[in-house]
């Protein structure tokens, strides 16, 4: 899973971090909540841990923008405060789970699996743009009921394209969400990529949905020209 953990205590942060990825897990930190919510906004991320206790912004405040702003990423709060209102404000305002400090690691696994499975399960089962489908669950692409294959890169920029279906996604927020942040790779790279998909996707004589947003990145929708 990519992770995003919003915590101040530096320590706590780093030892989140470190024994999340030895879990297999892709995980970054943000120190506050002014900075967690900006990366929430600007990247994708599977989880966000959101303590609660923080300066500049509260993480009560964090996921109350989140959901006002239609954010729909899993929250789960991680955080001293244990006291039953606390925790019905923090589940009142969007977070999808509660946890209170002290914790075990174990549970803290168990419970973002958990937390993902229930957002996955809320989605869609099939995401669909015109006579182009995806299934989630199976990864395989139809377009008018034809099966369409894919590498895995190109998959998961197909995929990243139509959860955001008919927005703009700008090419290094596309290069983050695939390859991960801490890959050097290159746009040009990226624009290689979407060209073998666009290949596949829009087959000469078809009406085009995957469409370049000059200067910015690329987008899916089922109107227009490319």
Same mark, same amino acid.
């Given at each position: $899973?990519?992770?995003?953990?919003?915590?101040?205590?530096?320590?706590?942060?780093? @030892?989140?971090?470190?024994?999340?990825?030895?879990?297999?897990?892709?995980?970054?930190?943000?120190?506050?909540?002014?900075?967690?919510?900006?990366?929430?906004?600007? &990247?994708?991320? %599977?989880?966000?841990? @959101?303590?609660?206790?923080?300066?500049? $912004?509260?993480? !009560?405040? $964090?996921?109350?923008?989140?959901?006002?702003?239609?954010?729909?990423?899993?929250? +789960?709060?991680?955080?001293?405060? #244990?006291?039953?209102?606390?925790?019905?404000?923090?589940? %009142?305002?969007?977070?999808?789970?509660?946890?209170?400090?002290?914790?075990?690691? %174990?549970? *803290?696994?168990?419970?973002?699996?958990?937390?993902?499975?229930?957002?996955?399960?809320?989605?869609?089962?099939?995401?669909?743009?015109? #006579?182009?489908?995806? #299934?989630?669950?199976?990864?395989?692409?139809?377009?008018?009921?034809?099966?369409?294959?894919?590498?895995?890169?190109? &998959?998961?920029?197909?995929?990243?394209?139509? !959860?955001?279906?008919?927005?703009?996604?700008?090419?290094?927020?596309?290069?983050?969400?695939?390859?991960?942040? #801490?890959?050097?790779?290159?746009?040009?790279? *990226?624009?290689?990529?979407?060209?073998?998909?666009?290949?596949?996707?829009?087959?000469?004589?078809? =009406?085009? +949905?995957?469409?370049?947003?000059?200067? =910015?990145? !690329?987008?899916?929708?089922?109107?227009?020209?490319?």
């Amino acid at each position: $899973m990519k992770l995003l953990i919003v915590e101040d205590e530096a320590r706590m942060a780093d @030892l989140l971090r470190k024994g999340l990825t030895e879990e297999g897990h892709y995980a970054v930190c943000a120190p506050d909540g002014v900075e967690g919510l900006a990366m929430a906004k600007a &990247y994708e991320f %599977d989880v966000i841990i @959101l303590d609660v206790m923080m300066p500049k $912004m509260s993480g !009560y405040e $964090m996921a109350k923008r989140l959901r006002t702003e239609k954010n729909r990423t899993p929250v +789960l709060m991680l955080t001293a405060k #244990d006291a039953v209102p606390d925790v019905v404000r923090g589940l %009142d305002l969007g977070a999808d789970d509660y946890m209170t400090k002290p914790f075990s690691f %174990d549970e *803290l696994l168990a419970r973002l699996r958990s937390v993902k499975r229930r957002a996955l399960a809320a989605e869609e089962t099939k995401l669909k743009i015109a #006579d182009l489908v995806l #299934d989630p669950a199976s990864r395989e692409v139809t377009r008018s009921d034809v099966r369409i294959s894919l590498t895995r890169t190109e &998959y998961n920029l197909l995929e990243r394209l139509m !959860y955001r279906a008919g927005k703009v996604i700008s090419r290094r927020a596309l290069i983050e969400a695939v390859w991960g942040f #801490d890959r050097e790779i290159e746009e040009n790279t *990226l624009d290689a990529f979407m060209h073998l998909l666009r290949n596949k996707i829009d087959p000469a004589g078809r =009406v085009k +949905l995957i469409h370049t947003v000059r200067g =910015v990145g !690329y987008m899916i929708r089922s109107d227009g020209e490319a």
